[in-house]
């Protein structure tokens, strides 16, 4: 068997054969700006990008002209908060967001706080999910967004997107969520949850890294966006910028191949991740799941081992790649702010460990990766029994 044993899929994902067939050809042979379209090299391009567009839209039910490219997730996420805060300043100046976001969407919170607007975060309970009536109460009349995630990224925890998504239309506001981690595992659909703004990155999906687009919903309601990178007025003036065209066929070919074949991976993957749980259950004493037991993920597991610290135990782990939490966050030494969320304090955030198993793994690996973590636990507990 191959090690190391990657299952921090969470984190990023290889590029799938398909997607980079597909994207080859955009390097070199059809290397036209798509903005270009005077001529074949630049109208292929062009062509490629629209075709791409309505790959990516197909996978949350949405039309090829609401998808608008960027660099990834970040990218969108900010690209949604400034830009309605911006856009609907005459409207109002305060936003709902959720203290288990992605830093993406908290730190992009925080600077628009210190810009002068007013954020409610909503809390947690122990498995991670909001409260719809705190939702409810949280909205003024100087409300214009609400951005709670599809998915959370460390503990797969999913949320009621449909319901926010009524919430915030029977009050008149617009509803982000970051599908990040949600987009090409579950089903999503923007109208029928009512979603306003969507953010998307191809590297989870098993797409190129630096692509990603965010979703802008074209009617009932319209969204308006201020734009935040000027210069050519690009993806209908809110993205300036030459396109990355075979970083978009890629985008485009990963969305395709994930709305085929969810829901074919999706089961193995849950076997996958409650055979993981179950075998680490029986090998090490005290371990306890993070995140809701059902309403979760397919490919996620985060669990918590007492007697352990979860960045030293992972540094020791050679044959095996898992993490502790959110890759964007793995040079900090703070604990998971999604576990310190979930009430338990310090000594359960800095003892959890993600596991995210994808296309690449296999069941024999789910054994090998049991029994690979069950033994550091035991010498490191012999250790501290001394």
Not at 48 to 65: G, H, K, M, S, T
Not at 92 to 113: F, S
Not at 125 to 145: N, S, W
Not at 238 to 258: C, D, K, Q, Y
Request: aromatic share 6%.
């Amino acid at each position: 068997m191959q090690r190391p044993i990657y299952m921090d899929h969470h984190a990023t994902t290889p590029v799938e054969p398909r997607v980079l067939a597909a994207m080859l050809p955009y390097f070199t042979d059809v290397f036209g700006n798509a903005a270009s379209k005077d001529h074949d090299f630049g109208y292929q391009a062009s062509q490629a990008v629209e075709r791409a567009r309505a790959q990516v839209a197909a996978l949350i039910n949405a039309r090829p002209d609401e998808i608008i490219f960027t660099s990834g997730a970040t990218e969108a996420n900010n690209l949604a908060l400034f830009g309605v805060a911006e856009r609907y300043a005459d409207k109002g100046d305060h936003i709902i967001t959720c203290v288990t976001e992605h830093k993406a969407v908290l730190d992009a919170a925080k600077r628009l706080e210190y810009l002068g607007k007013r954020v409610t975060y909503l809390r947690v309970d122990q498995y991670g999910c909001i409260d719809l009536d705190e939702v409810r109460a949280a909205i003024t009349p100087k409300t214009i967004l609400i951005s709670i995630m599809a998915a959370n990224n460390e503990i797969g925890t999913l949320a009621p997107l449909a319901d926010i998504g009524r919430i915030a239309r029977e009050h008149g506001v617009l509803f982000h969520t970051d599908a990040t981690q949600a987009a090409g595992y579950i089903p999503i659909d923007v109208h029928q949850q009512q979603i306003d703004l969507l953010s998307l990155s191809a590297h989870k999906m098993y797409g190129p890294k630096g692509i990603g687009a965010l979703y802008v919903r074209r009617s009932n309601p319209r969204v308006r966006l201020a734009p935040m990178i000027y210069g050519g007025g690009h993806e209908r003036g809110l993205r300036s910028g030459t396109l990355n065209v075979p970083g978009i066929v890629g985008f485009g070919m990963a969305a395709e191949i994930a709305r085929r074949e969810m829901a074919t991976l999706a089961p193995q993957y849950r076997a996958w991740t409650t055979r993981l749980f179950a075998g680490l259950q029986e090998r090490i004493e005290g371990v306890a799941l993070n995140g809701h037991p059902t309403e979760r993920l397919p490919h996620n597991l985060n669990v918590y081992i007492p007697q352990i610290e979860s960045r030293a135990f992972i540094a020791g782990l050679h044959d095996l790649a898992i993490a502790t939490g959110s890759a964007c966050t793995s040079a900090s030494v703070e604990p998971s702010h999604v576990i310190m969320a979930l009430g338990f304090g310090e000594e359960r955030a800095h003892g959890s460990l993600r596991f995210g198993v994808g296309r690449t793994n296999t069941s024999d690996q789910i054994e090998v990766a049991i029994s690979i973590v069950a033994e550091r636990v035991a010498k490191l507990r012999a250790l501290l029994a001394r």
